[in-house]
Structures are given as structure tokens and as C-alpha cells.
């Protein structure tokens, strides 16, 4: 029922690209808002246990829904209430479709577009950076794909529907942490309650990071990606949010490097977009058949 849930909703985000907007759930700006002002003082381990209730409270009605639901109706109920939660789940927005866009704006010389939409990616400011953008933008696009969708998929798999809203109501807790921060122009504080939320999506994103990493290096140059793995892990970040970000990001560039070999200095910056984004595609279709052979295997066993 899991793959079935998880297969569909990955068809109709591809059809329903148009109004994937609908799925911003800017409603839990205000809710942010509300706890940041409310717990924003708080330090020590109280920071830590509000910032999980934070993120806990708005997943506690899909919980309940799922258990409510249950297998009743030969599970036809929880399948579509699966792929609902994991249609809102995907995202904030469709990472394809602003790739898409981003490579389109390039395309065309539009540099005011596409620095729009690079921002989008790289969630800060990309207007006025050009040829600079190439190694940043190639990063993003591997960090968010773990961001907005396989650790949507692997919290799915772990504790249903629950499980990919708990990733996604973290992810848009961080997201807002970093925006709150960057308009008033600095940096999340260490020791703040927005640093709680960020670190409890990096223990969120942890271990789907790898899985992704280890995905990425099968789905391009395996070689130069592990290489990349190990000098990711002697030169850890300070926070796990940090090490997650630096090791996928230096995984997937390794293994794509080789196929950018020979691309023409003029078409880099395209080729590198789509390069990027076909890795993530192999990536996705490898998370299938092993979520499937697992799925295979259990109901054998």
C-alpha cells in the first residue's frame, strides 16, 4: 500500500505541476511567528524540547487521521489520504519545475529571471553573482532534492503519512528560521530556538542524506563521488544540518563531474543545471526499485 501511495502521488505531482503552488503552506509562517515569539528567549534543553513540540503539534492530526482510518474500506481510505498527505508533503515547490524554469531563463539570456529563480534554490540572494552562481546552484539542487523529497519518501516509508509530514513541517520550520534571519540580516544564532529547529531537521535529515548520497554516487560517477564522500567526512561542518548539506553536495558533484568533461565553457552553466537534475531523476528511480525489492521481500518473508 506504502509503494502504491508513494507511486501515485509521484505520477500526479507531475501532472498537477500547475497547482503544486497550492502546497506552500504559508499558513505555518504565522504559526512560526507565533512560537518564535513566544519561545524565542528560551535556551538550554528547553529550546529543545519546544522546538520539537513546535514541529511535533501540526503532525499530530495526521497521525490520528491515519489511525482512524486504519485498513477500513480495504485500505482504500489511507491510500488516498497517503498520497494527499504526500502531494502536500513534496515539496514546497516543485523542484523540476524550477529547475526547469531557472535553465529556460538561462537559455533565453534573461539573467533577471534566472537570478530570480536561483534564488528560489539557493534560498538567499542570487541577483548580480552571473558565472557564480554554476558550483552554488549545482549544490542546492542536490541539497533540496533530499529537502523536499527522498526524506519526504524515507519518513514516509518509515511511519507513513505522519512520517512525511514530520519532514516537511521541520524543513518549512528551518526554511522560515533562515528567511526570518536573512531579512533581518544575519545569522541564526547558536544557542537560539531557531537553531533547535534547524538542528532538529539536520537529525531529521540525517540518515536520508546518506541513503541520497549513496544513491547519488550509484546514479552517476560512482568513483569520484565516493572520493568526494570521504573528503566530505574529514572536512565536517560544524552542525549535522551542515555535514548532511556538505556531503551531498560533495557527492553529487563528484558524480557528475565526469560527464561534464568536454562541455564547451559557454554551455557549462546549462549543462551543469541538467546534469544536476538528471542525477536526482536516476536517484529517484533507484529509491523505487529498492523500495520496491524491500516491499517484495517483505511481503515474501
Not at 179 to 187: D, K
Not at 244 to 250: N, P, Q
Request: with cysteine; hydrophobic share 55%.
Amino acid at each position: 500500500m506504502s509503494l502504491l501511495a508513494l507511486v501515485l502521488a509521484l505520477v500526479l505531482e507531475r501532472v498537477l505541476t500547475d497547482l503544486l503552488h497550492l502546497r506552500d503552506a504559508r499558513w505555518l509562517d504565522g504559526y512560526f511567528d507565533w512560537a518564535a515569539r513566544v519561545f524565542g528567549r528560551w535556551r538550554g534543553r528547553w529550546r529543545w524540547l519546544t522546538a520539537l513540540s513546535v514541529v511535533v503539534l501540526p503532525v499530530l492530526p495526521v497521525g490520528i487521521v491515519s489511525l482512524l482510518l486504519g485498513s477500513h474500506l480495504l485500505g482504500l481510505p489511507q491510500l488516498l489520504f497517503a498520497v494527499a498527505v504526500l502531494l502536500i508533503s513534496f515539496g514546497p515547490r516543485d523542484l523540476k519545475k524550477e529547475v526547469d524554469d531557472y535553465i529556460a531563463a538561462l537559455a533565453g539570456g534573461d539573467q533577471q529571471e534566472s537570478a530570480r529563480r536561483a534564488t528560489e534554490l539557493l534560498e538567499c540572494d542570487a541577483s548580480g553573482r552571473g558565472a557564480g552562481l554554476r558550483d552554488p546552484l549545482e549544490d542546492a539542487i542536490f541539497v533540496q532534492a533530499n529537502n523536499r523529497i527522498f526524506g519526504v519518501i524515507f519518513w514516509f516509508m518509515l511511519l507513513g503519512p505522519a512520517g512525511a509530514w514530520l519532514f516537511r513541517v521541520s524543513d518549512l520550520m528551518r526554511r522560515r528560521a533562515a528567511f526570518e534571519a536573512s531579512r533581518h540580516g544575519g545569522t541564526i544564532p547558536d544557542g537560539s530556538f531557531e537553531a533547535a529547529l534547524r538542528g532538529l531537521h539536520g537529525v531529521l535529515a540525517w540518515l536520508p542524506a546518506r541513503v541520497t548520497a549513496l544513491s547519488y554516487a550509484v546514479a552517476g560517477s560512482f568513483e569520484d563521488a565516493f572520493g568526494n564522500w570521504k573528503g566530505a567526512v574529514d572536512q565536517a561542518s560544524a552542525t549535522v544540518l551542515e555535514r548532511s548539506e556538505d556531503l551531498l553536495a560533495r557527492v553529487g558533484r563528484g558524480s557528475l563531474a565526469p560527464s561534464l568533461e568536454g562541455v564547451e565553457a559557454g554551455h557549462l552553466d546549462l549543462a551543469t543545471a541538467r546534469g544536476a537534475w538528471r542525477i536526482v531523476q536516476r536517484a529517484l528511480w533507484i529509491w523505487l526499485a529498492a523500495i520496491a525489492l524491500l516491499v517484495l521481500a517483505g511481503n515474501a518473508a
